[in-house]
């Protein structure tokens, strides 16, 4: 390679043949030359790093479309969640309020407590709802609340149900309906002995009606007794269990027999005029162990008279 001040030559000699080649440039061609593989290198090098650099903000941009997905996600399936557990708490809550009523334990100031702490609940979830990304928490939180509360009132609610359920075949097993409809004969209490003419405790009431009027049995039970009494004639005892026991006397016919299981409003026997009786009749008595207790205290009883009166 030769050398002068304004000029470069470049000797290239090629193999085995000993020829050569010779090529001289002027400096201000080389500097124009290196000047153009720079910016080459450099137009590469800003293409690259620009690329990069767009693919690492499109990457960035898919994880954070990705995690907001996700976000999403999470928010619409804890609102679902929470929405679900807020309607079936409203709805228990109904419910609760009315098998108190059947148990008689009416707190309309109670009432109004649990309905405005379910309103302050929904507030505050609408709240967390419109807060900022980090809330997300606070909304498992405030479901978690929820969901105990909702726990909560789930054991309250089947505690009232079981013992609604105890009341309502309790009352099934408690005399409460006529056992005949007719003239009442002869009350509960002292009297002359239509018979004999003496002073007795008359221990139930007496019905007057037709002879072969049907008789119904008064509550759910099974029949302890079904035969023939020298002071009753052809006379029914049932259990009611819960204590209760009920006696229809003088009968014509008996339909029942021992042993039956028979249910509320069931025909058992037939008006007559057996035993100790001066006229087709029912004598009807209604025992609590082995106390006699007026019958008329249970002709037409509801549950809640039973409840508060009789049990």
Known sequence: MKKNTN?????????????????????????????GILLTFLTLGIGIYLSYNTNIKQVAYSQLKKENRHYQEKIKNITETYEQMSTELSSLIEKEEELELLLGKVHVKRRKKKRKKVKAYNKEFSKLLNSPK???????????????????????????LDKTHYMITKFEHTPSIHPLYGNL???????????SGRRRFHRGIDIASWTGAPIQATADGIVEYAGWSPTFGEVIVIDHYYGFRTIYAHCSVLLAKKRDIVKKGEVIAQVGSTGL???????????????????????????????????
Not at 134 to 160: C, P, R, T, V
Not at 285 to 305: C, H, W, Y
Request: net charge positive; charged share 20%.
């Open 7 to 35: 000029t470069i030559s470049f000797v290239i000699f090629k193999n085995n043949s000993g020829k050569s080649t010779s090529l001289t440039l002027q400096t201000r061609q080389i500097k124009l030359i290196c000047a």
């Open 277 to 311: 009786s001066t006229g087709p009749h029912l004598h009807y008595e209604v025992k609590r162990g082995r106390q006699s207790l007026n019958p008329i205290a249970f002709l037409d009883l509801d549950m809640f008279t039973a409840r508060r009166k009789i049990w």
């Open 185 to 195: 004969m002869s009350r509960y209490g002292w009297r002359s002995h239509p018979v």
């Open 134 to 160: 980090d809330s997300i928490e606070k909304l498992y939180i405030a479901s978690a609340f929820i969901s105990n509360y909702l726990d909560i009132y789930k054991q309250k609610y089947n505690g009232h």
